[in-house]
């Protein structure tokens, strides 16, 4: 879509590449990558998909009240 590319089969090699060099440089071991994932990238997505909306939706209407 930021492209204006007709035929997105040819970007799915330089993402998957761009992922494998980025958890590289993020941990040096896959047991490293797999304690990340299970214990602090499980925090941020509990976070950011259901904590973070409950608090923008109280925030709302909080604010249409006053």
């Not at 035929?7 to 060099?21: E, I």
């Not at 590289?24 to 904590?51: D, H, P, Q, T, Y």
């Amino acid at each position: 879509g930021i492209f204006k590319l007709s035929c997105v089969k040819h970007l799915s090699f330089p993402v998957a590449l761009a992922g494998y060099y980025g958890s590289l440089m993020l941990a040096g071991s896959r047991f490293e990558i797999e304690v990340f994932s299970k214990e602090i990238a499980l925090m941020i997505n509990i976070i950011l998909g259901f904590i973070i909306p409950v608090v923008a939706f109280g925030i709302g209407k909080l604010r249409k009240k006053i």
